[in-house]
């Protein structure tokens, strides 16, 4: 049985003048537990679309989505999406310590143990002293790890990921990529991860699944077989790095292309 | 907010000059000293009202009233707010009434309920609840609607019910809107308090006034005025003493974003 | 039936539905008509006093003495506020007299004015002024505060006097914020000249309101709040248009951003 399984899925919109575009075509593909997936595709294919119905946030057109075997109905429980916009999903009101306590106030977890464990995440991504202050004194990297840490300390079977990087510059977007897969080589949780950035994809994944442009299907299903723990400068300077990025580069245009 | 300890020697000059010219104009006119008693006979005036307990048995009618009317139309306005503002249904249906309401001044209301209540407490407390109403229902719905969706879904990612995401996303998120509301309401309840007060008679700082005017006791009229101001004063210094607990978190974010 | 939950129709439907409720409550004194008379009635005595001018007069009359006592306020707190806002020490030497001033529930300056003036127009046009003073005062004070001095200092880049600057860029620069100021105040001068009628006047829509309920003709009291409630709302849209004509690229600024 599969960790997280997505069946046919397919979305739908109906515009103004009362023609329906169709977002995602038929999408299928299934994610083991412990993997990392990620989806990757040209702009505008629905990548996020995609992510909001695998996390219960709008209803799928047609197709399902099985967690562990069971079809979802609304957000699944042990399943949480991390938004790209993350200063628009950090709560202003709370400090650092007090969002990433809300993954576990959820969970009703309010005890010295909880803080422990809040405060063991904020230092797992990097932001140990950090706890007093407040959203809007971080900078937009600091500010993903936050949400990221609020997420993990939900602890979820399986994190979905929006393009969380996308809104970081370049450098600190790789520090953050390390930092996510120390996070999930420590804690084990299973991430479906949706970016543009190929390089990105390769880096941090076991798996890639291509998809095409609008209405999305999964054009293919890519593994990545270089060894763990990977290396900003080694892993990218690999041959075989290169050779699948030249690889999905071109099957992407020529999607775009279509 | 000014901190206090920063003296305001300008200020003080200038307030220190105009209250001596009062005094020495005062003096110096017999019939000035109808219109602008000398200050330091409203002060005198002062004390003996505040030692016959006369003007604190019309200044707990007031603050009663006041408090009452206040704390009880933000907890309905609030109320009504949160779910004119999650419905969007509930809000079509009324808002052709709130648009047609709102333009008319809340005073007009006095007469009405002079009507219905007559001229008892309870008139005076249903016309500020009424007045003190409207800021505050208008910004709660405002901010419930503006509550931003990724907020929402986040919630919802986290699995968090409807109660839980009124509770821990949408108050919080809304409330320095609300709270907006209620500070402009403050001012609101007081106007109407001594308005109402004024119009019907009995007791109160507002019939106090205009009573001692009408009894040409213009110092003890000043001396009224003087107390009334206090209490709005004293109020505006609560409401930002527990905004301040409230909201901080959004000042010192908005205190930043100013260039 | 599925509502639209976004048309306006709803809660129009719903007046609609609510008119002939009452009518019918009223008529058939399941609900006091000494208190709740027939809408009908309610809506055949606007009529009436609206043709016969009486309603017109009353309303002209309250708004002679507001308009008057608005644009007093406007033109002695909008030239004050732009000293103060630009000349630190003027706002300091009078920063303590405001502050004490501002607190006074203007109803209470009633009195005063009575003393003052009796009971004739001027009572009324100084609460009124009173009254409006502080919001267009304090949002002039703060509009001029907050132009960036990158834009003063363009002015002065570009050789403009003192004066020149003043009003090719700071006013402008600041004329949101006082239209702010400006419109709560229109607000205000609607209740207090309501106020000043209740209290100390024998004419005016305020006088006539309280007198109407106060003679038990409840209908008419009735037909004089909702000319109130017409004039609030023609002056907001009055108020509404001058502020779109004159700020127009502000909106356009701030859509923006």
């Known amino acids: 049985m599969h960790l997280l399984e997505v069946e046919a899925l397919s979305k739908s919109y109906r515009q103004i003048g009362g023609e329906s575009t169709l977002a995602i075509g038929e999408i299928s593909f299934q994610v083991e537990k412990g993997e990392f997936v990620s989806l990757v595709g040209p702009s505008g294919c629905g990548k996020t679309t995609l992510l909001m119905c695998i996390a219960g946030l709008i209803p799928a057109s047609s197709g399902m989505v099985k967690v562990n075997g ?41 005890s010295s143990e909880a803080e422990d464990r809040a405060r063991h995440l904020i230092g797992l991504v990097g932001l140990e002293g950090f706890e007093r202050h407040y959203p809007w004194e971080l ?28 809104s970081v510059d370049a450098l600190t ?79 992407i245009s020529d999607q775009a292309a279509k | ?127 500020t609840v009424y007045a003190c109403a409207w800021p505050v229902l208008i910004n709660t719905i405002d ?41 402009i309401s403050l001012a609101i309840a007081l106007i109407l308090v001594t308005t109402s007060e004024m119009v019907v008679g009995g007791s109160g700082l507002g019939y106090f006034i205009l009573d001692e005017e009408r009894s040409l006791r213009t110092g003890n009229m000043y001396a009224g005025i003087f107390v009334v101001a206090l209490l709005g004063y004293g109020a505006n210094r609560l409401f930002l003493l527990l905004e301040g607990r409230v909201i901080a978190w959004h000042r010192r974010m908005t205190a930043g974003e100013t260039v | 039936m599925k509502w639209n939950s976004e048309s306006r129709l709803n809660g129009l439907a719903l007046l609609v539905a609510l008119l002939p409720v009452w009518e019918a409550l009223s008529r058939t004194e399941l609900v006091n008509p000494l208190f709740f008379p027939p809408m009908t ?89 009173f009254s409006c003073a502080w919001p267009v005062l304090l949002n002039t004070y703060d509009g001029v505060r907050s132009v960036d001095r990158v834009l003063m200092h363009t002015g002065r880049t570009f050789g403009l006097s003192r004066g020149k600057a003043i009003a090719k860029i700071v006013f402008p620069a600041a004329l949101p914020q006082i239209m702010t100021g400006l419109r709560v105040s229109l607000g205000i001068m609607l209740i207090l000249v309501v106020i000043s009628e209740m209290v100390g006047s024998s004419d005016g829509i305020g006088y006539f309101v309280l007198d109407s309920q106060r003679r038990f003709k409840v209908d008419q009291m009735y037909a004089g709040m909702l000319s109130l409630a017409l004039t609030g709302y023609a002056l907001n849209q009055l108020f509404l248009l001058l502020y779109n004509s004159i700020l127009a690229w502000h909106k356009g600024l701030t859509r923006a951003a």
Request: charged share 20%; proline share 6%; with cysteine.
């Open chain 1, 70 to 110: 069971a079809g979802i109905s609304g957000p699944p429980k042990n399943l949480v999406l991390v938004f790209q916009e993350y200063n628009r999903s950090l709560f202003a009101w709370r400090s650092v310590l007090g969002n990433v306590l809300f993954g576990l106030e959820v969970r009703g977890k309010l």
């Open chain 1, 139 to 166: 900078s937009g990297g600091m500010q993903q790890r936050v949400a990221i840490a609020r997420a993990l300390a939900y602890g979820p079977e399986v994190l979905l990921m929006d393009e969380p990087f996308g």
């Open chain 1, 173 to 251: 977007r790789l520090e953050l990529e390390d930092t996510l897969l120390k996070l999930w080589q420590e804690l084990k949780t299973t991430i479906l991860f949706v970016t543009h950035d190929i390089e990105e994809a390769i880096y941090l994944s076991d798996r890639i699944c291509l998809l095409s442009r609008r209405p999305s299907r999964v054009v293919r299903g890519i593994e990545i077989r270089l060894e763990r723990p990977r290396n900003q400068l080694a892993t990218r300077a690999d041959r075989r790095f290169v050779e699948l990025r030249n690889d999905i580069y071109k099957q």
């Open chain 2, 1 to 127: 907010m000014k901190p206090l300890g920063r003296i305001n020697l300008p200020g003080l000059a200038t307030l220190l000059a105009v209250l001596l010219l009062w005094e020495g104009f005062s003096r110096g006119s017999a019939s000035l000293q109808l219109y602008f008693p000398p200050v330091s006979r409203i002060l005198v005036s002062l004390y003996e009202l505040i030692f016959s307990r006369e003007l604190f048995g019309h200044l707990l009618a007031t603050l009663g009233r006041f408090a009452a009317g206040y704390l009880l139309a933000a907890a309905l306005a609030i109320f009504l707010g949160i779910i004119l503002g999650y419905s969007r249904l509930a809000y079509s249906f009324a808002e052709p009434l709130i648009e047609f309401l709102r333009p008319m001044p809340s005073v007009a209301i006095i007469p009405v309920a002079i009507l219905f209540l007559g001229i008892a407490d309870a008139m005076m407390v249903a016309v």
């Open chain 2, 143 to 183: 901010g419930v609607r503006n509550i931003d969706r990724t907020l929402l879904y986040t919630g919802r990612t986290f699995g968090l019910g409807r109660w839980q995401a009124l509770r821990k996303i949408v108050l919080p998120g809304a409330s320095p809107y609300i709270v907006t509301g209620l500070r």
């Open chain 3, 41 to 129: 009635r309610i809506l055949r005595s606007f009529f009436l006093l609206t043709i016969s001018g009486e309603l017109p007069y009353q309303i002209l009359v309250s708004l002679e003495r507001a308009v008057a006592g608005y644009l007093l306020a406007a033109l002695v707190c909008i030239p004050l506020g732009i000293v103060m806002g630009l000349w630190n020490q003027v706002y300091r030497m009078l920063e303590l007299l405001i502050e004490m001033a501002r607190p006074i529930p203007p109803p209470v300056i009633v009195p005063v004015a009575m003393l003052f003036f009796g009971l004739g127009d001027e009572m009324k046009i100084f609460v009124i002024a």
